[in-house]
C-alpha cells in the first residue's frame, strides 16, 4: 500500500486541451467510452499522465510492452500537448501513428517531449506499442 500517493485534483478544463475534462479524456478515464482513434488515445494517455491515472495508463498499453508500473515525477507538471500530426489510427485502421509535443515544468522550468508513438489494436481497443523520442 505503499504506492498510494496523492493524486493531483481533478481538474476542470481537460489536461489535454481539447474541452472539458468530464466531456473529453475523463470519458475514456471512466470507462464509458473506448478511444476510437490513436489519437484520442494519445490525449487521454497524456491527460493520465498530468492525473497520475496508473490503472488507466496500464490498461492502454500493449501487453507486450506494458511497465509493472509507472513513476510519476511528483515535479513533474504536464501542461499542454500539441498534436504534430500521424498516420493510419482511424476508426477503420488497425495501427497508427501519432507524433506530438508535449509540453511540461519542472521546479519552474518549462521542458518538453517531442514523441512519434506506435498505436495498434488489442481486442479491436486501440493501445500504446511504444514511441521513437524525437529530437
Ligand atoms: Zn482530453
Redesign the pocket.
Same mark, same amino acid.
Not at 14 to 19: E, M, Q, V, W
Given at each position: 500500500m505503499s504506492k498510494r500517493r496523492k493524486n493531483p485534483p481533478v481538474p476542470q478544463d /481537460?489536461? %489535454?486541451?481539447?474541452?472539458a475534462?468530464t466531456d %473529453? /479524456?475523463g470519458r475514456l478515464h471512466r470507462g464509458d467510452v473506448q478511444a476510437a482513434t490513436a489519437e484520442q488515445l494519445m490525449? $487521454?494517455r497524456f $491527460?493520465a499522465f498530468a492525473m497520475h491515472d496508473e490503472a488507466y495508463l496500464l490498461r492502454s498499453w500493449d501487453p507486450s510492452t506494458r511497465p509493472a508500473d509507472v513513476d510519476f515525477d511528483p515535479a513533474m507538471r504536464w501542461e499542454r500537448l500539441d498534436i504534430l500530426g500521424g498516420s493510419g489510427g482511424g476508426p477503420f485502421h488497425t495501427e497508427g501513428t501519432v507524433e506530438f509535443r508535449a509540453h511540461y515544468r519542472v521546479h519552474g522550468a518549462a521542458g518538453e517531449l517531442h514523441e512519434n508513438s506506435r498505436f495498434r489494436r488489442d481486442n479491436g481497443a486501440w493501445v500504446y506499442l511504444d514511441g521513437v523520442i524525437e529530437p
Open positions: /481537460c489536461p %489535454c486541451g481539447l474541452a475534462y %473529453c /479524456c490525449r $487521454s $491527460s
